[in-house]
């Protein structure tokens, strides 16, 4: 049997085995985001609207000591490598 065919959306590969989609625009102009990673349990700990800003914090955790890391793509509108994560890190002294 064929699966259901996806939202069209645009994935940013994160460090950590995470990854957010962006999806194409609904019907009245919102944008739906979906943050994922397999292995993990994630938790919205805060959200906040003001001033026609919006910042969502989750906390993401793995339920294995090994969680499986998605597999770059072609179509991946960026990948961000670790290696670049703890570098800009570093050079923000964080």
Known sequence: ???ASHRKA???LLP????VLMYEPNEDGSRDI??????????????LNRDGDAQVFVTM???TPHPKDPKPR???LVTIEHGAYATIRQLAGA
Do not use: F, N, S
């Not at 950590?16 to 990854?19: A, F, L, S």
């Not at 979906?34 to 959200?47: F, M, P, S």
């Open 10 to 12: 645009q994935r940013v």
């Open 1 to 3: 049997m064929a699966g």
């Open 34 to 47: 979906k943050i994922a990673g397999y292995d993990r349990k994630v938790w919205v700990t805060e959200v």
């Open 16 to 19: 950590h085995g995470v990854w």
């Open 61 to 63: 955790k793995p339920l």
């Open 74 to 76: 072609k179509d991946d």
